[in-house]
């Protein structure tokens, strides 16, 4: 019985960790600078703290891939492990079994993680920072070998592309900062106003 327990509690503590990895993982890669930026007002300071994990997406990715990697195999090792102790007529048959149903039980956990984060990706990025922050710093040594640089130095990647109302977002933070007079934010509106002006 302890036995039981003791595989029970390291999946559910192993499958709580894949779900917050699948989580950082939909979010950080669907977030914009530009919808962060928009999130001061709510989060304040803890949008730039995810705006410079931005600046890291390389070796964000790479430490968010290598967790999930990990948590999964450690999942279905337990899983192997429980069913191999036990007294079973066809073991193998039992454990490819108890494989199928783990790995659909976590299929289904992360496909709902995933359409959950979808639904406010800039706040759960926020949120999960300091999550990602102590993963990157736990698992940098095993990174070495890769190679991975932070990318700090180089410009922010951003996944998806940037939008016309992403822009305007930026412009209006920049305004509201002092960055723009509203004379300059107004020209820049009117350039975007501009591909719906038609010329004769």
């Known amino acids: 019985m302890t036995d039981l327990l003791i595989a029970v509690g390291g999946i559910i503590l192993l499958l ?36 410079g994990l931005l600046g890291r997406l390389p070796r964000l990715r790479a430490s ?9 195999f450690l999942i279905a090792g337990i899983s192997l492990l429980f069913i191999f ?9 039992a454990a490819g079994l108890g494989l199928f149903v783990t790995a659909l039980l976590v299929f289904w956990l992360e496909w709902a993680v995933e359409r959950l984060v979808t639904r ?8 999960l920072t300091g999550f990602v922050r102590l993963l990157m710093v736990l698992v940098g040594l095993l990174l070495v070998p890769l190679a991975i640089s932070d990318g700090s130095p ?3 990647e951003v ?12 412009v209006d933070a920049g305004q509201e900062e002092g ?6 934010q107004q020209m820049i509106y009117s350039i975007f106003e501009l591909s719906d002006t038609v010329a004769r």
């Open 64 to 72: 968010l891939n290598l967790l999930l990697v990990l948590t999964r």
């Open 120 to 127: 406010n990706t800039d706040a759960w990025a926020i949120r």
């Open 16 to 51: 709580a960790l894949d779900l917050i990895g699948i989580a950082a993982r939909t979010s950080f890669l669907q977030i914009t600078q530009a919808r962060l930026l928009m999130q001061r007002e709510e989060f304040g300071a803890r949008v730039h703290n995810t705006l």
């Open 154 to 156: 180089g410009p922010v």
């Open 159 to 170: 996944a998806g592309g940037v939008t016309e109302d992403d822009l305007k977002s930026l």
């Open 85 to 93: 102790t036990r007294p079973v007529t066809y073991p193998w048959l």
């Open 179 to 184: 960055v723009f007079e509203k004379a300059e």
